[in-house]
C-alpha cells in the first residue's frame, strides 16, 4: 500500500465518522422536538379536558381491546407530565430478526409483541409463534413518587440497528427508564439490558427489590391435544442447581411461592420454550400456570404468568441484565448455551436420565449423522441396543433352561417336604442342589433387571425428542404424535377418538411374543394367572396406553418385540439344547461336594434353630 492510498482511507475513515456523529446528532434533536410537542400536546389535551369533561375525549385513548385485557394500559393522568404523555403514545414497531428467530417489538412497554421462530412450522403448517400478537405481557412495576408499570407506557426509540434497538421513558429531563435490546447472530438468545438512569432520587432507598410481571398465552403448537398438555408446564432453576424443578405435568394448572434465589424460569411448551434469564439472579417471586381447554377457539394451550423480584441497589446508573430464549426445546441446542435450559427436555429420573443422556442420544445423533430417515435410525437404535444386550439376553435363557432341566429334582423334593413346617429344609436342599449344578435361580432374572432401565428410558425418550417432531414414516405424519389410520364418531375413555396401527401393531407383537415364551413358566395356579396377565391383560394395556402417546414408541416396542422373538428363536435352535445342558448338570453334581457358601451356611443355621424351637414347644406341651 502506498502514502496516497492510506491518506485516502485515513480520510474516509474520519469523514464517515463524521458522518455518523452528526446524523445521531440530528436524530436526537428530532426525537427531542417529537418530545416537545407530545408534552404540547398532552398540556392542551389537559386544559381541554379540565374547561370541558364531559364531552372530550381524544382519538389516542380509543384502542382496540388486545388479547390479555387485563394487563392493558388505561388513561390515567401522571404527576409528571412526561409520563402523562406516554401513556398515550401511538404505538410503533420495530423488527429484530436473525437467520432462526423473528421479533417484533412494540414501544408501548419496549417489549415483545410477537416472536415466530424460523424454519418451523405448526402441525397445521401455519408459522410457528412462541409469542402471537396480543398474547404476551411483561412489565417492570415500581414505585418513583407513584405507582408505575412499564406496561402502560409509550418509550421513544433513542437508538436502532440491525441487531438492536434501545428505548427509553423519560420521567424528567435526566431521569429515565432504558431497555437496550441485542439479538446476536445465530442465537435463539435476545439480550435485554434494563438501566435506570437518574431515578436514585425517585425511587425510595430502602427499596432492594423491583418486580417483573410476565404473562403470556402460549399458543397450540401440535397435533394431539393430551400429549401436548403433558409435555408442557413451568419451569424454573435455582442457581448452580443441577437440575431444573417445574410446577408438574400432566395437570390442568400449578402454581407455586419461590422464597429462594432463581436463576431462570421457562414457560415451557412440548417441544418450545420462552425462558427468562436473570444474569445476578431473581430474588424470589410467584410462578403459575393453567391449561385452557381443548379446542379453545384463540388456539392457545396455557396461560403462564410470573411475578419475580429483581435486585436493585440505589445509584445514578443501575443495570438489570436479562436474557430471553425463544426456541426449541432441542437437547443439544439447548444444552449449547451452557445454562442448564437441557434440563427442561424430561429424559427420565436417576439412571433412567443417565441412560438417555449418555447412551441413547448419542447413539441418535450419531445415526442421525449418516441418515435423515428416522424410521430406519429408530430400526437401527433398536438393533444397537438387542446387540449390545444380547450377550446378558442369552445368559438368561439358559439359566431358564437349566431350571426348566433340574425341575423333577425339585418337585422330588417339594414331594419329600409336605408340610410347611418343612419349608426350611425343603429351601435348604432345594438351594443344595443348585449349587451343586451350579445353576443360579436369580440367572434369569438379572438379565432382565438390567435392560430395564433400557425400555423405561426410551419410554421417557421418545415423545420428548425434538429430532422426530413432524418427522413422517409410513402412513405416520408426525413420529412425535400419535399415527391415525382411522378417526372415530366419538371418544372412548382412556383409549380416545381414533385408531394408531402402530400402537395395533405392538399389542399384536406382545400377544404373540407372550404366547412364545408362555412354555417357559413353570406350571401351577400361580402361573396360569400370569400367563393369562401376559397374554392379554398387558397387550391390551399397552394398546390403550399407547394410541395416544408418539408413534415413534409404538413403533420401537413393535419392533423390539419382533426382534426379540426372533432372537428367542435363534437362541433356543443354535445356543439351548437341553439335552446337553442335563448332561452337564450330572457331571457338575457327580463331582466331589464344594465348600458350603457362606448364604448355605446361614440357611442350615436358621434352620436348626428353628427345629430347636419347634422341639422346646413340644416339650412345653
Given at each position: 500500500?502506498?502514502?496516497n ?9 474520519v469523514?464517515?465518522i ?8 440530528i436524530?436526537?434533536?428530532q ?9 404540547i ?9 379540565a ?29 409528571d ?17 436473525n ?20 424454519n418451523?412450522?405448526?402441525y ?9 400478537d396480543?398474547?404476551?405481557?411483561l ?9 408505575l408499570?412499564?406496561a ?24 429515565y ?14 439480550d435485554l ?7 436514585n ?26 400429549n401436548e ?8 432453576m ?6 431444573a ?29 420462552a ?13 403459575g400456570f ?11 394451550l ?12 440505589a ?10 430464549y ?8 439447548l444444552?449449547?448455551?451452557?445454562k ?7 429424559l ?7 441412560v ?33 444386550i444380547?450377550?446378558?439376553t442369552i ?8 431350571m426348566r ?7 422330588k ?20 442342589l443348585?449349587?451343586?449344578?451350579g445353576?443360579s ?17 426410551l419410554?421417557y ?22 399415527d ?11 383409549y ?25 413358566m ?5 402361573m ?7 397374554q ?5 394395556m ?15 416396542y413393535m419392533l423390539s ?22 448332561a452337564?448338570?450330572n ?9 458350603k ?6 440357611l442350615?443355621a ?10 422346646q ?5
Amino acid at each position: 500500500m502506498n502514502k496516497n492510498t492510506a491518506i485516502a482511507i485515513v480520510l474516509i475513515g474520519v469523514i464517515l465518522i463524521g458522518f455518523s456523529w452528526y446524523n445521531s446528532k440530528i436524530y436526537r434533536e428530532q426525537e427531542r422536538e417529537k418530545f416537545v410537542k407530545d408534552s404540547i400536546a398532552l398540556a392542551e389535551f389537559e386544559r381541554a379536558r379540565a374547561e370541558n369533561p364531559e364531552s372530550f375525549v381524544p382519538d389516542s385513548l380509543k384502542k382496540p381491546a388486545a388479547s390479555i385485557d387485563t394487563y392493558l394500559p388505561q388513561p390515567v393522568t401522571y404527576r409528571d407530565s412526561m409520563l402523562s404523555a406516554a401513556s398515550v403514545m401511538e404505538e410503533e414497531i420495530t423488527i429484530l430478526e436473525n437467520n432462526l428467530i423473528r421479533i417484533n417489538l412494540s414501544n408501548i412497554g419496549a417489549q415483545p409483541k410477537s416472536i415466530m421462530v424460523k424454519n418451523y412450522y405448526t402441525y397445521d403448517s401455519l408459522a410457528l409463534m412462541i409469542i402471537k400478537d396480543g398474547g404476551s405481557n411483561l412489565s417492570l412495576d415500581l414505585y418513583a413518587n407513584e405507582q408505575l408499570s412499564s406496561a402502560n407506557f409509550g418509550f421513544i426509540k433513542s437508538y436502532s440497528s440491525d441487531n438492536s434497538v434501545s428505548y427509553r421513558l423519560y420521567m424528567d429531563q435526566t431521569s429515565y427508564i432504558e431497555y437496550n435490546y441485542i439479538l446476536p447472530e445465530d442465537s435463539y438468545m435476545l439480550d435485554l439490558n434494563i438501566r435506570m438512569v437518574g431515578m436514585n432520587s425517585r425511587i425510595p432507598r430502602n427499596v432492594t427489590m423491583l418486580d417483573l410481571s410476565w404473562t403470556l398465552d402460549v399458543p397450540r403448537q401440535e397435533k394431539g391435544y393430551q400429549n401436548e398438555k403433558n409435555y408442557s408446564t413451568v419451569s424454573y432453576m435455582f442457581p448452580n442447581s443441577g437440575s431444573a424443578e417445574n410446577l408438574g405435568r400432566r395437570r390442568d394448572s400449578g402454581s407455586e411461592q419461590l422464597r429462594t434465589k432463581v436463576n431462570w424460569f421457562s414457560f415451557q411448551q412440548q417441544f418450545f420454550s420462552a425462558i427468562l434469564v436473570a444474569k445476578d439472579n431473581f430474588g424470589g417471586g410467584d410462578l403459575g400456570f393453567t391449561m385452557y381447554p381443548d379446542g379453545d377457539p384463540s388456539g392457545n394451550l396455557m396461560r403462564c404468568t410470573a411475578n419475580m423480584l429483581v435486585p436493585y441497589s440505589a445509584g445514578q446508573d443501575v443495570s438489570i441484565p436479562l436474557e430471553f430464549y425463544f426456541g426449541p426445546n432441542q437437547y443439544r441446542t439447548l444444552k449449547s448455551y451452557d445454562k442448564g435450559f437441557e434440563q427442561l427436555v424430561p429424559l427420565g429420573w436417576s439412571i433412567i436420565g443417565w441412560v438417555n443422556r449418555y447412551i441413547v442420544i448419542n447413539v441418535f445423533n450419531l445415526l442421525n449423522k449418516h441418515t435423515s430417515n428416522y424410521g430406519l435410525i429408530i430400526l437401527l437404535l433398536t438393533l444397537f441396543i438387542k446387540i449390545v444386550i444380547s450377550p446378558l439376553t442369552i445368559k438368561s435363557y439358559m439359566s431358564s433352561a437349566k431350571m426348566r432341566v433340574l425341575k423333577p429334582e425339585v418337585d422330588k423334593i417339594n414331594a419329600k417336604y409336605p408340610n410347611q413346617s418343612d419349608a426350611m429344609k425343603k429351601q435348604q436342599e432345594t438351594m443344595a442342589l443348585y449349587k451343586k449344578c451350579g445353576v443360579s435361580p436369580f440367572g434369569g432374572c438379572l438379565p432382565m433387571l438390567l435392560q430395564f432401565p433400557v425400555l423405561i428410558a426410551l419410554f421417557y425418550f421418545f415423545p420428548v425428542s425434538f429430532e422426530l417432531r413432524q418427522e413422517s414414516f409410513l402412513w405416520a405424519e408426525d413420529l412425535s404424535a400419535y399415527d391415525s389410520i382411522l378417526n372415530l364418531p366419538f371418544k372412548i375413555p382412556l383409549y380416545g377418538d381414533h385408531v394408531s396401527l402402530f400402537a395395533l401393531l405392538m399389542a399384536t407383537s406382545m400377544f404373540f411374543y407372550s404366547r412364545m415364551n408362555a412354555d417357559q413358566m413353570n406350571a401351577g395356579p400361580q402361573m396360569a394367572g400370569m400367563k393369562v396377565m401376559m397374554q392379554w391383560f398387558m397387550p391390551i394395556m399397552m394398546l390403550v396406553i399407547c394410541n395416544n402417546f408418539s408413534s415413534g414408541l409404538s413403533y420401537y416396542y413393535m419392533l423390539s418385540n419382533v426382534l426379540t422373538m426372533l432372537q428367542t428363536w435363534v437362541i433356543r435352535k443354535y445356543f439351548v439344547d437341553e439335552a446337553k445342558i442335563l448332561a452337564k448338570l450330572n457331571e457338575r453334581s457327580a463331582a466331589p461336594p464344594k465348600k458350603k457358601s457362606k448364604f448355605q451356611e446361614r440357611l442350615e443355621a436358621a434352620y436348626k434353630e428353628q427345629q430347636r424351637q419347634q422341639q422346646q414347644q413340644k416339650k412345653k406341651r
